[in-house]
């Protein structure tokens, strides 16, 4: 049996004009033989009635008060309307069609509601289902404890029920819509001339996903990579192939891009932190560490050097940070208004001039480099959030990724 798996996001499934691109790709891909499994997001984005944020929003400014279990018992009710709704449509079309919530799917996490982690996937019932030519709808987002209590499985949720049910299933591959044709080269909103990726690999797009492409969750892609499943990200509102994630070798005909850098990512809104030891102070690292981390506050593209630390936050958690840092006695430097700006290739590693490439390109705009890093496949550098769009369409230029 060849298994395919299917994940609809939000738009896709937010009207009936979008629905019925969704049910014309189940029935091609059921014409050419495969088994199919679909998995569901909420319908909508925040201010849709089923969306996530807007069932969040019926609580109000109770929120806070509202234990994480019972959050996400209501969480929980958005993917299931779509799994309800799509099943009705399939069938009303004359295709059997199943529904399942995330636990009835087989879906097991630990019982950290909100953030839960998948600990097995008990395929047994979607088998049954596709054995018999049904086609399987799966409320992605959720799952169940052991102890059969409802979870959620945190940011890009959807993402993850998806891969995780084609690897427990060996599927042949699992295809993401979204209301995108692909992975582009950067975020066609400030860079005009960004192209489509045809194929890019597990690594480059789990990178992108991080530094701020928000296509795909980096935990689907790093679940299908374990799995060695190839993942196909592409347009609900189309019939393009849209962008294959994998490692293997390019299928037949396919196009050969001799390029060290694949794409230019970005998170805006983050605040630089510098902390140097004063007089008679030791340990600051430690401190200073373990200071954000009990505080909950989340730090990235940090640099260590023996007096002191420089990282980045949120910069909505830097005046909690500023605060802490002081009652330890330390006086930070603070820049808020930056942007993070990643470039990410596969092929750049021990390839000598990206970074003097980096350089020039952000130096011919006056561009300042408040901080950078890098590691095999990805440099990042810090620039003003102002200079963050112009940092970005000239990084794309320089490399040349419209051609």
């Not at 799917?105 to 289902?129: C, E, H, K, P």
Request: aromatic share 4%.
């Amino acid at each position: 049996m060849r298994i395919l798996v299917q994940k609809f996001g939000g738009t896709s499934l937010a009207t009936e004009q979008a629905r019925d691109f969704v049910v014309r790709h189940i029935i091609r891909e059921r014409e050419l033989g495969y088994a199919i499994v679909v998995v569901v997001s909420a319908m909508g984005r925040s201010g849709d009635p089923y969306a996530t944020d807007t069932l969040l929003g019926l609580i109000g400014d109770n929120v806070d008060s509202l234990p994480a279990r019972e959050k996400d018992m209501l969480l929980c009710c958005g993917e299931l309307i779509s799994v309800a709704v799509l099943c009705s449509k399939l069938r009303s079309l004359g295709i059997p069609a199943s529904g399942f919530s995330g636990g009835a799917a087989g879906v097991v996490t630990d019982s950290s509601f909100g953030q839960a982690r998948i600990v097995d996937v008990r395929t047994g019932s979607l088998l049954d289902t596709l054995k018999q030519g049904e086609v399987a709808i799966v409320a992605g987002f959720q799952g169940r404890t052991e102890q059969g209590e409802l979870t959620t499985l945190g940011r890009g949720g959807s993402d993850t029920s998806a891969t995780a049910l084609g690897a427990a299933l060996h599927a042949e591959r699992v295809d993401i819509y979204t209301d995108v044709n692909g992975i582009l080269t950067a975020d066609p909103r400030i860079v005009s001339d960004a192209k489509p990726l045809s194929v890019v690999g597990y690594a480059e797009i789990c990178n992108m996903a991080r530094q701020g492409a928000k296509v795909i969750h980096p935990r689907a892609v790093e679940i299908a990579q374990q799995a060695r499943i190839p993942l196909r990200v592409r347009s609900t509102f189309s019939e393009e192939e849209g962008t294959l994630v994998t490692d293997e070798r390019l299928p037949a005909g396919g196009t050969v891009h001799d390029k060290h850098v694949t794409g230019i990512a970005h998170v805006a809104g983050v605040t630089q932190i510098s902390v140097y030891a004063q007089e008679g102070q030791a340990d600051v690292q430690l401190q200073v560490f373990q200071s954000m981390a009990r505080h909950g506050i989340s730090v990235d593209f940090i640099n260590v050097t023996p007096g002191g630390a420089v990282y980045t936050v949120f910069d909505h958690d830097a005046p909690k940070a500023v605060q802490v840092l002081g009652s330890l006695g330390y006086v930070p430097k603070i820049i808020s208004g930056c942007a993070k700006v990643s470039v990410i290739g596969g092929g750049m590693n021990g390839v000598p001039g990206v970074m003097a490439r980096i350089v020039e390109a952000l130096a011919e705009l006056s561009i300042p480099i408040l901080q950078s890093a890098d590691s095999n496949t990805t440099i990042w550098v810090l620039v003003r959030q102002e200079d963050m769009a112009a940092a970005l369409r000239a990084l794309h230029a320089k490399f040349e990724l419209h051609l």
